[in-house]
């Protein structure tokens, strides 16, 4: 699983050649050590001084899934023969994220305002009121599963707020392989997503609410905290994220699953459950 233990920066304040002062930052990570970390990002940072004083243009941040993510690991669980592996991160927005090694997850995100024209799945997911006729996410939910078919037993089904999520429980799958992709691929899965778990060699879930959703603000500072003014000024972001995350849920249990849970995923199942409140009735965010 790529997920770096340790982080660096490294930066300076340069002049270029028309009088301005740039100052630059780059980091770097290591699966292994601080040391290792420490010199990837003065590496980082040597490339970048080079390329702004070579005259190219700033670059700019890189795209979802191309480079680690920079979060905070929360929590381990260790894998054994019997077990699999998933690390509980924060993503930098602030919400909590279970990364396992082989449970699959897959996020089926749709158009909230999706227009009535639109074909496909996507097309019938949509918050825009009907005059008559069902919910355009009952429609969409039971067109998902006919493209399953007989495999929709295979996955236990949830509503999100933005689409729905499937995990797989019947056996465990490898991240970018290609049994996996063309799976996500056929359900829709968002193309980003499919990236992010291949560099990763990780499926990703999240598993509390989008701050924006619950009239929260992102975290002020990202991670990591270097100062104890930093780290003071989020764990005040996290006191009161926590206070409204508790008012809402972030999956909602659709369907249950035919087939026998892998004994490997059935505690990784407890967590997700767990934690994203899926037998409440609370809202979804």
Aim: charged share 25%; net charge positive.
């Amino acid at each position: 699983m790529n997920i770096p233990r340790f982080w660096a920066n490294a930066s300076e304040t340069i002049e270029t050649d028309d009088g301005r002062s740039l100052f630059l930052k780059g980091w770097g990570w290591s699966l292994d050590s601080l040391s290792e970390a420490q010199n990837r990002a003065r590496e980082t940072l040597q490339r970048l001084t080079a390329r702004v004083r070579s005259g190219e243009n700033f670059p700019d941040r890189y795209a979802y899934g191309t480079r680690a993510l920079r979060e905070e690991i929360i929590r381990e669980i260790s894998a054994s023969i019997n077990s699999s592996a998933a690390i509980v991160t924060r993503n930098s927005y602030g919400a909590l994220i279970l990364n396992t090694t082989q449970m699959m997850f897959v996020d089926i995100d749709v158009p909230i305002d999706a227009p009535p024209s639109s074909s496909g799945l996507l097309g019938l997911f949509s918050r825009k009121k009907q005059p008559q006729g069902p919910d355009p996410a009952e429609q969409a939910f039971e067109t998902l599963k006919s493209r399953l078919g007989v495999e929709a037993g295979r996955f236990r089904a949830y509503r999100t707020a933005g689409g729905f999520r499937l995990i797989a429980v019947d056996a465990l799958y490898e991240p970018g392989s290609t049994e996996t992709e063309e799976f996500m691929n056929y359900v829709q899965a968002d193309p980003a997503f499919i990236k992010l778990c291949r560099a990763q060699k990780s499926f990703r879930a999240r598993l509390t609410p989008k701050p924006w959703r619950i009239r929260q603000s992102q975290p002020p500072v990202s991670f990591p905290r270097e100062t104890s003014r930093e780290q003071h000024r989020f764990s005040k972001w996290l006191s009161n994220y926590e206070t409204a995350s508790a008012a809402w849920a972030t999956c909602k249990l659709l369907l249950e699953a035919k087939e026998s849970i892998h004994k490997a995923i059935q505690p990784l199942l407890d967590i997700h459950d767990e934690i994203t409140k899926v037998s409440s009735s609370l809202p979804l965010a």
